[in-house]
């Protein structure tokens, strides 16, 4: 069955950097879509960063653009968030998601379990 495991969360100050990794398998990882969703402390769920399935082309929320990256091995079915300059207003749970299709807005299907972030001195 489809699994997604993300790892690396934590407590870091604010200017710090985290990444985050998502383990995936029960699938063909290389043949699809991933995004980063994430969901702060009292708010609604908030899209991240999408790459599509061979990783040449990444997309990312305004409110991250220029500070995250995304990035996946397919060889190690492993997708990545590289967090730079974080926030306090980045503390969130970050959820690994998988998509329906190759390329992104094709829906998601599956989502880890999350890993929370917290930005705070």
């Known amino acids: 069955q489809v699994q997604l495991v993300e790892s690396g969360g934590g407590l870091v100050q604010p200017g710090g950097s985290l990444r985050l990794s998502c383990a995936a398998s029960?699938?063909?990882?290389?043949?699809?879509?991933m995004s980063w969703v994430r969901q702060g402390p009292g708010k609604g769920l908030e899209w991240v960063s999408d790459?599509?399935?061979?990783?040449?082309?990444?997309y990312y929320a305004d409110s991250v653009k220029g500070r995250f990256t995304i990035s996946r091995d397919n060889a190690k079915h492993t997708l990545y968030l590289q967090m730079n300059s974080l926030k306090p207003e980045d503390t969130a749970v970050y959820y690994c998601?998988?998509?329906?299709?190759?390329?992104?807005?094709?829906?998601?299907?599956?989502w880890g379990k999350g890993t929370l972030v917290t930005v705070s001195s």
């Open positions: 029960g699938f063909t990882f290389s043949s699809y879509a």
């Open positions: 998601a998988k998509s329906l299709g190759s390329g992104r807005g094709s829906g998601i299907d599956y």
């Open positions: 790459i599509n399935s061979g990783g040449g082309s990444t």
